[in-house]
């Protein structure tokens, strides 16, 4: 059947084929995909009742042609901060919903620091990608972002810290003067086995850019480097089949389990109405997120694949 939704913020009508079993949950993620307005930023309303996401379509009584009302559901500012390495701590008035590229937009206008010159890093240990949110890299009201400097343009020896669960120590490599930064990040995979994007490499306070010269750096013989875990807001998870087969999936921690298991069906072909999806012992719901469901990268525990009753 086919139902109208009307945009109060635009005054536009939008229609969608859907099925009297349809939750009204995935009809937010439908108006996601279609309209760009995020599903938690979302309230439906039928005959002056907001819409529960747990319920259908048909639970509601609508029939074909039936009309819903979305409106803009607010999201709350919050208060983060920034230490810029002057010593100065600033504040900002951002949204979870924000991204990296967003904060440094706002410090920016703030600071007049250019964006491509800046360097992110929260907790101390993760240089933060522009394209992952703020609740993507876990940011709540309060906490606090370190502001680096991003260098824009040496070592016949340079020794190179770095950290991990079972790889603390140090390496030596052997390098050019004219070696960018991306060159030295190729020679270190070598030696360690992580993928360049996966880290970034900071000298002095500065988080080395990939283009740059050890040169352009004044990176000299026996300087050193230290490596900091780089992240764009993606994480890991495992799955286990029916059949036993584990497989890893790139996920958000703000995907919902339903976009989990549409990842699944482009993987394995098994449609997503025939999945159930099982974690520490429960079974998980299609609009709750993987943040929601406690599952994060590197738990010991897999989620669970079944086939639907």
């Known amino acids: 059947m086919l139902i109208r939704v009307f945009k109060t913020e635009t005054g536009k009508f939008v229609s969608l084929e859907v099925k009297g079993s349809d939750t009204i949950g995935s009809i937010k993620l439908n108006i996601q995909a279609k309209e760009h307005i995020p599903f938690d930023q979302q309230e439906l309303v039928f005959n002056e009742v907001v819409l529960e996401n747990q319920y259908t379509l048909s639970n509601y009584s609508m029939r074909n042609k039936s009309t819903l009302t979305v409106n803009g559901k607010s999201v709350d500012l919050m208060k983060i901060n920034v230490k810029i390495s002057t010593g100065k701590t ?4 951002v949204y979870s919903t924000d991204t990296i ?23 101390e240990k993760v240089v933060l990608g522009d394209s992952g949110t703020l609740f993507d890299y876990y940011i709540t009201a309060n906490a606090t972002l370190t502001l680096m400097r991003q260098s824009r343009g040496f070592v016949i020896d340079i020794l190179i810290p770095y950290g991990g669960e079972t790889d603390a120590g140090t390496v030596t490599l052997r390098v050019k003067p004219s070696d960018t930064i991306r060159d030295v990040k190729d020679k270190l995979n070598g030696k360690i086995g992580d993928s360049r994007d996966k880290y970034e490499l900071i000298f002095d306070g500065v988080v080395l850019h990939n283009d740059d010269t050890l040169d352009d750096c004044h990176i000299n013989k026996e300087s050193v480097l ?16 029916p059949s036993g087969m584990e497989f890893d999936l790139e996920v958000k921690p703000s995907n919902t389990i339903r976009s989990v298991k549409e990842k699944i069906e482009a993987k394995l072909g098994i449609p997503r109405s025939n999945q159930r999806l099982i974690f520490s012992e429960k079974h998980l719901e299609d609009n709750d997120t993987l943040d929601d469901c406690d599952i994060y990268e590197d738990q010991e525990e897999v989620v669970y694949l079944k086939f639907a009753d």
């Open 101 to 123: 590229a967003d904060v440094k937009t706002k410090i920016y206008f703030k600071e007049g620091i250019p964006c491509e010159k800046q360097a992110l890093i929260f907790d």
């Open 90 to 93: 600033i504040s900002l008035s």
């Open 226 to 241: 230290t490596l900091m875990r780089s992240s764009t807001g993606f994480m890991h998870i495992s799955i286990e089949a």
